[in-house]
Nanobody, 128 residues
Framework: QVKLVESGGGLVQPGGSLRLSCAAS????????IGWFRQAPGKEREGVSC????????YYVDSVKGRFTISRDNAKNTVYLQMNSLKPEDTAVYYC?????????????????????WGQGTQVTVSS
């Protein structure tokens, strides 16, 4: 059974850091692209970052460039999202997902409609 489980969310002050984890079971992450998305209350889900397995290329939405870093540890079957210099506008539920067609390359930009296997999400709240 294919499953993705996010963890690492929480409450952090502006300027702080969090590292989100996306652990996979039922398949090997190193064969597929993995995307991170977020959804704030009243807003559409947006693609935050994506990492390809074909060449390791990465994508970041403009609002997080220079602050967030996506990486993968194939031995742990886990993809991470390191989030630094967090801002209140980063507050959202964060999801990881695998592409619907199980491609090795990220669609640029990653759209939620391109992804079919989702985790349950982890809440990130940035507030003083």
């Amino acid at each position: 059974q294919v499953k993705l489980v996010e963890s690492g969310g929480g409450l952090v002050q502006p300027g702080g850091s969090l590292r989100l984890s996306c652990a996979a079971s039922g398949f090997s992450l190193d064969y597929y692209a993995i995307g991170w998305f977020r959804q704030a209350p009243g807003k559409e889900r947006e693609g935050v970052s994506c990492i390809s397995s074909s060449d390791g290329s990465t994508y970041y939405v403009d609002s997080v460039k220079g602050r967030f870093t996506i990486s993968r540890d194939n031995a742990k079957n886990t993809v991470y999202l390191q989030m630094n210099s967090l801002k209140p506008e980063d507050t959202a539920v964060y999801y990881c997902a695998a592409p619907s067609d199980w491609t090795r390359s990220c669609p640029f930009p990653p759209q939620p409609t391109d992804f079919g296997s989702w985790g349950q999400g982890t809440q990130v709240t940035v507030s003083s």
